[in-house]
């Protein structure tokens, strides 16, 4: 009788098991960081689009000196002219002109569902400081609200 040759080919059970337990203990190291990032990038995101409303606000009240019509100092987001849909926000931006120098201060009201930003100056706006409430008040319905 000869000597049969085994051919071994494969991983063992064990050596598989042990590399699904290595991946494992790394996708859970790595998620929360993961998890963070993403947060992150919806905080900014947020933040971004908030500029944006600045800007529609600072376009509008432009358009109101050259049209010379009423000063509306207040303005809903939803009479903004923004470029894209912004379904789910809400808020309203106040316009404030200062009668010395001239240069307008934006303080803005904003909330998607997910976060918001009430009463900050639009130069104030960090992600780290948004709330997550889900309405905000509206500075336009406020009796302060629609005057400089």
């Known amino acids: 009788m000869g000597k049969t040759k085994l051919n071994k080919k494969g991983f063992t059970l064990i050596e598989l098991l042990a590399v699904i337990v290595i991946l494992a203990i790394l996708i859970l ?5 993961v998890l963070n990032i993403m947060e992150n990038a919806r905080k900014n995101a947020f933040i971004t689009e908030a500029q944006s409303f600045v800007k ?8 109101n000196v050259l049209d010379k019509t009423e000063d509306d ?5 939803t009479d903004l002219p923004v ?7 809400s808020g309203s931006i106040k316009v404030a002109i200062d009668k010395d120098t001239g240069k307008a ?3 803005i009201w904003l909330s998607n569902g997910d976060y918001s930003i009430e009463n900050k100056k639009s130069t104030e706006l960090k992600a780290e400081e948004l709330g997550t409430a ?3 008040s509206n500075a ?9």
């Open 29 to 33: 190291l790595a998620m929360p960081s």
């Open 134 to 136: 889900e309405t905000v």
């Open 56 to 63: 529609a606000a600072n376009t509008k009240y432009a358009q």
């Open 73 to 77: 100092l207040c303005y809903d987001i």
């Open 140 to 148: 336009c319905d406020n009796s302060s609200g629609g005057g400089a």
């Open 83 to 89: 470029d894209k849909d912004f379904n789910g926000y």
């Open 105 to 107: 201060t934006y303080t």
